[in-house]
């Protein structure tokens, strides 16, 4: 049961709502500027920060201003709430810091990491109304033509068996569920498997066969043999 407002929430989109719960991260640039977190959508209303554990709610004016014109929030002197500043978020490759390494620019500097939850914690959640029609990128639709045996038992309700392959964000790394962190969120394979339950009212059979560091063709040769 801990685990149904996930799934209904999974079963809203992002791109048809109104009001939105976003995790967003602080970023101090340079030592005379404020950190200061982004939000995807432009702001109507800021409801409620709370920090990413939803152990603790934040207040206006004392722990965050409140942009709602650019869309943003700063931390004032004195705020309780964590924040990264730019040399941390891009540590050096020499440092002792918890880091992945970039692929391109800068290639003495990572990029922050960590498979456990002590990013999350570093977050937190904002609850903000917005204006619809902000989205302008992908949006998901129903296709269940691509596999009609799955479309039609799930139209009958008849029982689903869901396998997933692939790597450590398949396995679940960072969901909060998977790192015994507040609050507990399933990863997104699980999350998949409960939102047809509660979707459709089918019993899904969920298996999860990913592994961390897989490629492709590491799922492949294991479906083979599956």
């Keep these: 049961q801990q685990d149904e407002p996930f799934a209904a929430a999974a079963l809203k989109p992002f791109w048809r709502a109104d009001q939105l719960r976003e995790p967003v991260l602080f970023i101090q640039d340079a030592p005379d500027e404020s950190p200061v977190a982004r939000l995807l959508f432009d702001p109507t209303k800021i409801k409620q920060l709370n920090s990413a554990t939803r152990e603790a709610t934040y207040a206006e004016g004392k722990d965050y201003e409140v942009d709602l014109e650019n869309g943003k929030l700063r931390l004032p002197k004195g705020s309780k709430i964590p924040f990264l500043t730019s040399e941390q978020l ?40 917005f204006k619809p029609g902000q989205w302008k990128g992908w949006t998901g639709k129903f296709s269940d033509e691509v596999l009609p045996k799955t479309g039609s038992k799930l139209a009958r309700r008849a029982p689903l068996r869901l396998l997933l392959c692939g790597d450590s964000i398949s396995a679940g790394y960072n969901a909060t569920k998977f790192t015994k962190a507040k609050p507990g969120c399933p990863p997104f394979g699980e999350l998949v498997a409960l939102g047809l ?19 492709s063709t590491a799922g492949l040769d294991d479906a083979q043999k599956k």
């Excluded at 490759?93 to 498979?115: E, L």
């Excluded at 339950?197 to 490629?215: I, L």
């Design 90 to 129: 891009y540590p050096l490759m020499t440092s002792d810091a918890p880091k992945y390494r970039r692929m391109n620019g800068d290639t003495t500097r990572g990029v922050f990491f960590d498979n456990g939850s002590r990013y999350h914690e570093l977050q937190c959640e904002v609850t903000y109304d």
């Design 197 to 215: 339950k509660e979707r459709y009212g089918s019993e899904v059979e969920f298996t999860n066969y990913a592994v961390s560091g897989w490629t």
